[in-house]
């Protein structure tokens, strides 16, 4: 059994047991911690994709440790220019392992409805293109432009 959900505004495929580094989360080392925003779940086979989560659905989880994660350097350069900037940076994250995935919920059975049949009524009638304008007998032909050369 496995789940997709959404933890510090990231997603995360979480299985039973399994450690997941997320962004920090406010919660003590130790803690318990609960995820409602589930968006998708697997009990053997039976797949349950909600729209957006799944209703009742949640993903519990503990707090092993909070911790920095591995530098990243960032290296600014503009080239000829004599211009060099150098940055570290150090993500905080927080250790959980999952404990267990509840669904609770009630499941959304897909069903595929007949589309009901649209009737068409004389009361609503299409817009119609505008008639364009017939050229009447009487309207003279447009004289052809001069030119330098028909002038001559």
Do not use: C, W
Not at 46 to 64: F, M, N, R
Not at 65 to 84: A, D, M, N, S, T
Not at 96 to 111: D, F, L, P, R, S
């Amino acid at each position: 059994m496995y789940a997709i959900v959404e933890i510090a505004g990231q997603q995360f495929k979480v299985s039973k047991d399994q450690k997941v580094f997320v962004h920090r989360l406010a919660n003590e080392e130790g803690s318990k911690v609960s995820f409602e925003k589930v968006l998708l779940l697997d009990d053997n086979g039976t797949i349950t994709i909600g729209a957006p989560a799944i209703e009742g659905a949640s993903v519990e989880a503990k707090v092993l440790q909070h911790l920095k994660g591995e530098k990243v350097i960032v290296f600014k350069k503009k080239r000829r220019k004599g211009y060099k900037k150098k940055n570290g940076h150090r993500q905080s994250l927080t250790q959980i392992v999952i404990e267990g995935i509840a669904a609770t919920g009630a499941k959304k059975a897909v069903k595929k409805e007949a589309a009901p049949a649209v009737e068409v009524t004389e009361e609503a009638p299409k817009k119609a293109k505008a008639p364009k304008a017939e050229k009447s007998e009487d309207a003279a032909p447009k004289a052809p432009k001069k030119t330098k050369k028909t002038e001559e």
